[in-house]
């Protein structure tokens, strides 16, 4: 069983950034390839990004490419999303998975606001 903690939502006003941190447990947390969600208020789930495990290369959706970035501490057990020129269309609860070889584990998720 593979625990995953998201951190560092908040509150923040349009243009700013915020950095989110994702831990997850494991000795084997190196070999996880690790993505990001995020669901809006009467929203499906959708796909921020992701990081693969070996090479540590990067995917993004459309909307947040270009402004958010995905990087990885294996030291650290730990992914992080940098998010920059926040937009209020990016207000969501941002949610950080594992796919390790048992399966994909998921997190509780954490709160950005962003305001206009």
């Known amino acids: 069983q593979v625990q995953v903690v998201e951190s560092g939502g908040g509150s923040v006003q349009a243009g700013e950034s915020l950095r989110l941190s994702c831990v997850a447990s494991?000795?084997?947390?190196?070999?996880?390839?690790m993505g990001w969600f995020r669901q809006a208020p009467g929203k499906e789930r959708e796909f921020v990004g992701a990081?693969?495990?070996?090479?540590?290369?990067?995917s993004y959706a459309d909307s947040v490419k270009g402004r958010f970035t995905i990087s990885r501490d294996n030291a650290k057990n730990t992914v992080y999303l940098q998010m920059n020129s926040l937009k209020p269309a990016d207000t969501a609860v941002y949610y950080c998975?594992?796919?390790?070889?048992?399966?994909?584990?998921w997190g509780k998720g954490t709160l950005v606001t962003v305001s206009s």
């Open positions: 998975n594992a796919n390790a070889a048992g399966g994909t584990y």
């Open positions: 990081i693969s495990w070996r090479v540590g290369s990067t």
């Open positions: 494991g000795r084997t947390f190196s070999s996880y390839s």
